[in-house]
Nanobody, 115 residues
Framework: QVQLVESGGGLVQPGESLRLSCAAS????????MRWYRQAPGKQRELVAA???????NYVDSVKGRFTISRENAKSTIYLQMNSLKPEDTAVYYC?????????WGQGTQVTVSS
């Protein structure tokens, strides 16, 4: 079993930055995919960024150039550095881990961008 715990959300003004963290614990193996999703009120959950075990990354177009996903394998932790935040980035952000047939989710952390 795998547990994921997100942290780092909060209330910021447009243009500011936040760094989200997701710590994984439990039966973690070396090869796994980790992703950040977000869900705004009244909208479907969308994939924001992904990072593979090799470090390869992918981003949704709306965050390219502003968000950076990274991982620290020794700590089984991934990060999402979010710069130049916009009000439309407001959402609950979820960490997701894919390992073999397992698909695990964190509880989510709220990010609110408002002046």
């Amino acid at each position: 079993q795998v547990q994921l715990v997100e942290s780092g959300g909060g209330l910021v003004q447009p243009g500011e930055s936040l760094r989200l963290s997701c710590a994984a614990s439990g039966s973690i193996f070396s090869i796994y995919l980790m992703r950040w999703y977000r869900q705004a009120p009244g909208k479907q959950r969308e994939l924001v960024a992904a990072i593979g075990s090799s470090g390869s990354t992918n981003y949704v177009d709306s965050v390219k150039g502003r968000f950076t996903i990274s991982r620290e394998n020794a700590k089984s932790t991934i990060y999402l550095q979010m710069n130049s935040l916009k009000p439309e980035d407001t959402a609950v952000y979820y960490c997701n881990l894919i390992q073999g047939s397992g698909n695990y989710w964190g509880q989510g952390t709220q990010v609110t961008v408002s002046s």
